[in-house]
């Protein structure tokens, strides 16, 4: 009998690139976000979370100079263009960063469904508690999802699914459109710290634009 081969097809939906942000990068950032965290003036000056949806204990921009010396800003460029490349086969010549961010989230907090700005957005761990604890009642064949980052897209339906969880890694990077509705859900059983780094920039347009001129 003729071996048959399956070849599973996804054309549907988003895109998304999955990356690892090199450990200098982190370990900068990391060291950086620490000093803010210590200085409230410099704290109250990179406020970012009255123009922010999470229900966290921070929000805060970070500097140019910080996403420059950390290298930061390079590794986003280069890997918007990569992305784009895979994806497209097409070279932009434009990426302009808006602005990108630290959420420093604690147990019970949580960020809501919601959209960026821009054209590209992207979400990473820094720092990941060891644990986000654990369902209140038994649940059999019911993934936990304390402290995910869930990815929304269209509704679910056969063969569909409309939902990515992301369990958070330090390391880990996804970059999406910006039009890409997520979420993170609330943690518990710990006092660490779950720090997030998100951003928003814009590439060529008529590579974005995908309907052309009106």
Known sequence: MEKI???LIKEFGPSIL?????????????????????SKSKSEELNHG????????QEFKLEEEIMKKSGWGNFLANCVGKW???????KITKFQLVNSWIVRQFENEYNPTHWHGGHISGAGFLKVPETLGKHVQ????????????????GSRMFLCHS???????VGDFYFFPN????????????????????????????????????
């Open 5 to 7: 081969e399956y070849n």
């Open 18 to 38: 999955k990356v690892r942000i090199p450990a200098n990068i982190i370990n900068n950032l990391n060291l950086y976000i620490d000093n803010i965290v210590d």
């Open 138 to 153: 038994e649940k059999q064949n019911r993934e936990y999802r304390g402290g995910n980052l869930q990815l929304i897209h």
């Open 84 to 90: 784009i490349e895979l994806e497209l086969k097409k």
């Open 50 to 57: 009255e123009k922010l949806v999470g229900d966290v204990t």
């Open 179 to 214: 039009y890409l509705m997520h979420t993170v859900f609330p943690f518990k059983n710990t006092k660490e710290e779950r720090r997030s780094i998100s951003f928003n920039a814009y590439i060529d347009n008529d590579i974005y634009n995908v309907y052309g001129k009106a």
């Open 163 to 169: 939902t990515m969880n992301i369990l958070p890694k």
